[in-house]
């Protein structure tokens, strides 16, 4: 059966419907904005999700990537403040946060944050010396970060991170720097070891010390014994003990003796013809021992009294004129 001019216009009118649905209906990706343009001029911006929009008189503008995204800078020369040349490079995170001002405002957008960032770079840089930038870092990062990002506000741009990936001295720089780390290192060893030094001498003076203390101690007592039993010699002889006496001699001579015998450079010594006085003397050390004991030696006779001046011992003769 031949179709009527009416199902004909009833077809294409179907069709067109089912064109202009598929033609204004949009999907919009998780992490992305697109703006729309009517009669070729911004009116609005689609979200992530489903969306409508009228065929042949809005358009889609520009697809903006919301995510952050990571922008590497290139390596340049830079000269700080003490005219030192360094090679520097980088890297920007950066977020868009409107995707109109984005798309609108600057026409290449990663173009121009770069080249915002390398120029303040060479700024912040070369008003630091050379040992300030490779000290601080940190803070080169931070002062690009507030100074790139207010600059890319206004394109709606929220730059999050500016880091320093790199700084390059030239060749006798790092040599020259090698050395004054080497020197550097030697004078703290040498401090180390002057310190070290120091306190061994601290510690070795005050066992010096500490000896002398000890020695004048132990001598102040021998002293005190020396005299003591200098005291008790001369109450003896006070008492006309004289045994005490040559006890206190024999004594004297028995340590003079030994120091002579244990001297390390004597070789060979004399013993004097009188050392037979020695005997005596260690006779006298017996009769002290049996004066204070009030008893005679095992095995040795009683000693007689002793007599009295101008009377004879006991059992003794008075010499006659036949003795004279």
């Known amino acids: 059966m031949p179709l009527s001019g009416f199902d004909i216009a ?7 419907v089912i064109f202009v649905i598929f033609a204004g209906v949009k999907t919009v990706p998780q992490g992305y904005n697109y703006t729309v343009e009517r009669f070729q001029k911004y009116t609005r911006t689609l979200r992530p999700g489903l969306t409508l929009i009228i065929p042949f008189i809005d358009r889609i503008g520009r697809r903006m990537n919301m995510m952050e995204q990571v922008l590497d800078i290139p390596s340049q020369e830079v000269i700080t403040r003490d005219n030192a040349s360094v090679q520097v490079d980088g890297v920007a995170f950066y977020q868009v946060v409107d995707a109109a001002q984005a798309s609108y405002e600057v026409t290449n957008l990663e173009r121009a944050i770069m080249a915002l960032t390398m120029t303040n ?3 912040v840089l070369g008003s630091m010396d050379l040992d300030h930038v490779l000290s601080q870092r940190d803070e080169i990062n931070t002062r690009l970060l507030h100074v790139v990002d207010a600059a890319a506000s206004p ?19 790092v040599a020259s720097m090698g050395r004054q780390m080497k020197a550097e290192r030697e004078k703290r060893a040498s401090i180390l070891v002057a310190e070290g030094a120091k306190q061994a001498q601290i510690l070795e003076a005050e066992g010096r010390k500490e000896a002398a203390f000890r020695d004048a101690e132990a001598r102040e007592r021998s002293a005190e014994a020396e005299a003591k039993a200098t005291t008790l010699v001369s109450e003896a002889v006070a008492r006309g003990d004289t045994a005490a006496l040559n006890y206190f001699v024999a004594q004297k001579y ?4 030994k120091s002579m015998a244990t001297s390390p450079n004597q070789k060979t010594f004399v013993l004097p013809y009188e050392a037979t006085a020695l005997l005596g003397s260690l006779g006298g050390i017996a009769e002290i021992a049996r004066d204070a004991l009030g008893r005679p030696a095992p095995g040795a006779p009683e000693r007689p009294a002793r007599p ?3 009377v004879p011992a006991s059992g003794s003769v008075p ?3 036949e003795s004279a």
């Open 10 to 16: 009833a077809i294409v009118v179907a069709a067109l």
């Open 121 to 123: 770079i060479r700024s």
């Open 155 to 173: 394109w709606g741009v929220k730059v999050t991170r500016i880091e320093i990936k790199d700084i390059t001295p030239p060749a006798d720089l």
């Open 254 to 257: 028995v340590e003079a003796l």
């Open 308 to 310: 009295r001046s101008g």
């Open 319 to 321: 010499p006659g004129p």
